[in-house]
């Protein structure tokens, strides 16, 4: 039986639609991520903290509606908020003693300590951390718990790698604990590494997260005459969009690729640029310059990459070298391939 | 739905450590001593006593309760504990618990500089913890109404003066009778209250100053609830 299933959920405000009616079910030791923009979210998490009366449909947990006993719902939620209270004046040690009493945690918490790596700074005050560790803090509330359903908001939004992927292995360990996630984020990216089953929240509805055909099955397309194009001028520069005017950019110049809804964006320093071309085009175009598809929707400039993550067996990140230190997704077919191209084996 | 007695006390002892080092909130509990200290050369009069009693549960008992909760809407903690399996009477009770601590607290120390010795110790705490827990209700209400500490400080100025200085109007009352009201008040009443516990009258003719007082304290509890159902979950 599914754990967590939304049924027929819609949001308008005054005149717009948020979002259309839609459904989804997680089942018990599964994990979904929805990408969604800050309004769509904060529609959603009212919801779950039953602020607002969902119309027509209803979210149910366990087969029974979060509106009926909130004690009851209570127990088998667990709400991971991003903006998160703490005691400013207390330590992380008085949280975890607050916390073990609160929710009748009757085991010691060494291990959470040693889960969240907050050993070392166990009796620093919350004031004195940075916001990654306040974050670690706040995810360490989740393990003194045992609901049924866990609920993230924005888990890895401005977080240092490690505690991405503190983060990560606690979703891992929810999971083997046969648990349900839901994640919320504005970043498709950390959708991406948390989850498989990664889907976007809008207007239009809930859709899963298209990817762009293989490009293999493009190249077979008939309609594509690749060998007219040969014959033309090819200039080196990849051109931009930006209102009315085309931007031109050097290979060498651009970070990455990510493709968003069939829209491929160019990032030069922290910056997107819309292209005229689709992904498999620019993969094609840029391949001499030692571009990588890494991703069914992104395409990476290996010049620029710092380093390789390993988040699980079956999630990578690249983190780039660039201003904003991005962090984008590697997909584990792309990785074998990558580790041939470095000389690994 | 029991109440836990382990929930009320993790809450109370996190309430009493982050108060401890709330310099801000915590050393309203001066202002009561300071006063104590400035009437305790004036001599043994009942109505000073009552000046420093009346004031200590106005600043302190209404004042930290308010403030408490006022900065746990602000900093979001109370959603968490919303959210946590602790029930609102025992997330009251832990804070409540604090506050009435540290009143009883201060009014001892007062008491004692002062140099008051009431006739009937025990007829008089039980009207003081009567009288707190109207003032802890106030205390309540105005935390779930503002949303900043410092909005809650600013709020609560005015009760404070009303409840803890409103029995110096007392002479004013003949001459505009728009101020007949002072005379039900809580503090007004607890004064009243003293002096015929003083005279050695005994519980039977206290019965109207107690009903009043107890009413101050079912309207103020059940404002508070009503409140709270308003703004549940508010952020």
Redesign the interface.
Known sequence: MAVLSIQNVEKHTKDMILFPPFNLTIDKGQVVAVHSNLNVRLALMDMFLRKTVIPNGDILINGSSISENKQIYLKQVCISFYEEGLYERLSILDHFKLYKQLYGFNQPFDNILHITQLDEIKHNKIKNLTHSQKRRVQFARVLFQNPSFYLFEEPDLNVDIETRSIFINITKKLLEAGKSILVLTGNIESALIISDRVYRLHEAGLQPYVVEKDAEELNSDPSETENDREEVFQFNKIPTKINEKIVLFDPPEIDYIESNEGQSNVYIKGEAFPSVFTLNDLEERLKPYGFFRCHRSYIVNLQKVREVITWTRNSYSLVLDDQPKSSIPLSKTKMAQLKEMLGLK | ?TVSM??I???F??DL??LS??LFVSSIVILPVLMAFMYSRMGDILDLHYLIINLTLASVTAFIQCAVIAE?KE???????M?????LPEILTGKSLVSLILTIVTLVVCMMITGYEPANLVLISFVILLSCLFYLALGTLLGLLTKTVVEASVVILPFMFLFGFGSMLKPLVDDYAILGFVEYLPNTQLVELAYKIESGLGFGSLWSHLAIILTWVIVATILTIFVYRKRE?DD
């Open positions: 739905m382990k929930r006390y993790a809450i002892q996190k450590k982050d080092k709330n746990e900093k979001h903690t109370l959603r968490g504990l959210l946590s399996p602790a029930t979950m």
